[in-house]
Nanobody
Framework: QVQLVESGGGLVQTGGSLRLSCAAS????????TGWYRQAPGKQRELVAA???????NYADSVKGRFTISRDNAKNTVYLQMNSLKPEDTAVYYC??????????????WGQGTQVIVSS
């Protein structure tokens, strides 16, 4: 079994910063892709940032220049550094990992979500 545990959300003022973390743990697995998504009230879940292949990161236009995705492969952890936060960044943030597990094959796994609230 694989578990994704997120942390780092909270309440911050406009212009502030937060750093989200997502640690994967469990039995043997190999991670292929990692990313962060968010879902605001009444809206669909959207991609925020992701490593699509290798070390290439992709970002939603709305967060380019403000957010940075990074990862520590040794710790099976992915991060999202969020700077210059805006009220429209308010959402529940989810990490996503696409990985391979022996005996189970490839699959998507999601974190439990962490709330980010940006006050104006």
């Amino acid at each position: 079994q694989v578990q994704l545990v997120e942390s780092g959300g909270g309440l911050v003022q406009t212009g502030g910063s937060l750093r989200l973390s997502c640690a994967a743990s469990g039995s043997s697995f190999r991670i292929y892709r990692t990313g962060w998504y968010r879902q605001a009230p009444g809206k669909q879940r959207e991609l925020v940032a992701a490593f699509s292949s290798g070390t290439t990161a992709n970002y939603a236009d709305s967060v380019k220049g403000r957010f940075t995705i990074s990862r520590d492969n040794a710790k099976n952890t992915v991060y999202l550094q969020m700077n210059s936060l805006k009220p429209e960044d308010t959402a529940v943030y989810y990490c996503n990992v696409y990985l391979y597990r022996p005996g189970y094959g490839l699959g998507d796994y999601w974190g439990q979500g962490t709330q980010v609230i940006v006050s104006s």
